[in-house]
């Protein structure tokens, strides 16, 4: 398996604009996680998924966000509009239920001017 | 509210030395307590893990010891080497139901050649 993919690596947007960020996880892993990464606030959790059912989404930090798991095999995060202070790395992990080892994928770096 | 955190942001060692990572964490009902490394432009990547009934558990040139009495976990490497430098994080997860990551803050580790 090539492991949890995300795309786009990179996204630079403007102010404003719709940002949708894509994740694949592992094939076969019914847990998927969405982190945004800051230097300021460190690994945060903004959603988890099991089963493609949305279970906590208490972390999204405001409506703003959304996330959507429409099949086993891909995700999306959105955010509209997007704002300067969304600039973060987000990365998307799998696990099977239950299981310790989250695997992440590579991150996509966002930058929002 | 829950955390957990970590005691140095960075920490400094000689290629060949022993490191040791330490984490504090402040919910008693985490079942598993894990580490995680982070090398720079990457996604974290699971290390080992300890359950809450244990005290010590070991893997390749890396163990990691849990004292329930303080809320304290550290990560040992052995014969640290170059390969070893990166972020590292703790994290606590909860697989009673659903899992759920929750990360500290992280600790960079440079190895000195």
């Known amino acids: 398996d090539a492991g949890v993919i995300q795309s786009p690596r990179h996204e630079v947007t403007e102010m404003g604009q719709e940002v949708t960020l894509r994740c694949k996880p592992i094939?076969?892993?019914?847990?998927l996680f969405w982190y945004r990464q800051t230097m300021m606030r460190g690994l945060e959790l903004l959603i988890y998924?099991?089963?493609?059912?949305?279970?906590?989404d208490s972390g999204m930090p405001e409506d703003r966000f959304s996330a959507k798991m429409p099949n086993a095999s891909f995700s999306t995060l959105k955010i509209q509009p997007s704002e300067p202070r969304d600039s973060a790395v987000y990365f998307c992990?799998?696990?099977?239920?239950?299981?310790?080892?989250?695997?992440f994928g590579q991150g996509t770096r966002l930058t929002v001017v | 509210g829950e955390s957990v955190g970590l005691h140095l942001p960075t920490l400094s060692v000689q290629e060949g030395d022993n490191s040791i990572i330490n984490c504090a964490y402040s919910?008693?009902?985490?079942?598993?307590f894990i580490w995680y490394k982070q090398e720079s432009g990457k996604g974290p990547q699971f290390i080992i893990d300890?359950?809450?009934?244990?005290d010590k558990r070991q893997g390749q040139r890396v163990t990691v010891l849990l004292n329930k009495t303080v809320k304290h976990l550290s990560l040992q490497i052995a014969a640290t080497q170059p390969g070893d430098s990166a972020v590292y994080f703790c994290?606590?997860?909860?697989?009673?139901?659903?899992?759920?990551?929750?990360f500290g803050s992280g600790t960079k580790l440079n190895v000195k050649p």
């Open positions: 992990a799998s696990s099977l239920q239950g299981a310790t080892e989250a695997f």
């Open positions: 919910n008693s009902a985490s079942d598993y």
């Open positions: 300890i359950r809450s009934n244990m």
């Open positions: 998924f099991n089963n493609n059912v949305p279970i906590d």
């Open positions: 094939s076969g892993h019914n847990s």
């Open positions: 994290a606590e997860n909860r697989a009673t139901n659903f899992n759920k990551f929750y």
